[in-house]
Nanobody, 125 residues
Framework: QVQLAESGGGLVQAGGSLRLSCAAS????????LGWYRQAPGKEREFIAA????????YYADSVKGRFTISRDNAKNTMYLQMNSLKPEDTAVYYC??????????????????WGQGTQVTVSS
């Protein structure tokens, strides 16, 4: 059974930083593209970033490009999202997801097969 668990969320002031982690109980972790999404109250789940199996390829939403960095440690079955220069509009529940289809990095939430339970990030102004 595949389980993804996010951690590292919390309350931070605007301009601050947080590092999210996504730990996976997935034997084939190193063979899966992964992604981060977020969902603010009353809004649809939004793509943030994706990373390839080796970590050599990444893709970001324009809204976070230059501020957020996605990475992974396949030896630890863990993915990370380093978030810098946080803004109040970054406030949301953040989710990690695993793509079992492979191939190109995907941005549609419907292309991801497994999801974590989410971690709350709140940025105060």
């Amino acid at each position: 059974q595949v389980q993804l668990a996010e951690s590292g969320g919390g309350l931070v002031q605007a301009g601050g930083s947080l590092r999210l982690s996504c730990a996976a109980s997935l034997r084939t972790f190193s063979s899966r593209n992964l992604g981060w999404y977020r969902q603010a109250p009353g809004k649809e789940r939004e793509f943030i970033a994706a990373i390839s199996t080796s970590g050599g390829s990444t893709y970001y939403a324009d809204s976070v490009k230059g501020r957020f960095t996605i990475s992974r440690d396949n030896a630890k079955n863990t993915m990370y999202l380093q978030m810098n220069s946080l803004k109040p509009e970054d406030t949301a529940v953040y989710y990690c997801a695993a793509d079992f289809r492979g191939g190109t990095l995907r941005t549609s939430r419907y292309d991801y097969d497994y999801w974590g339970q989410g971690t709350q990030v709140t940025v105060s102004s």
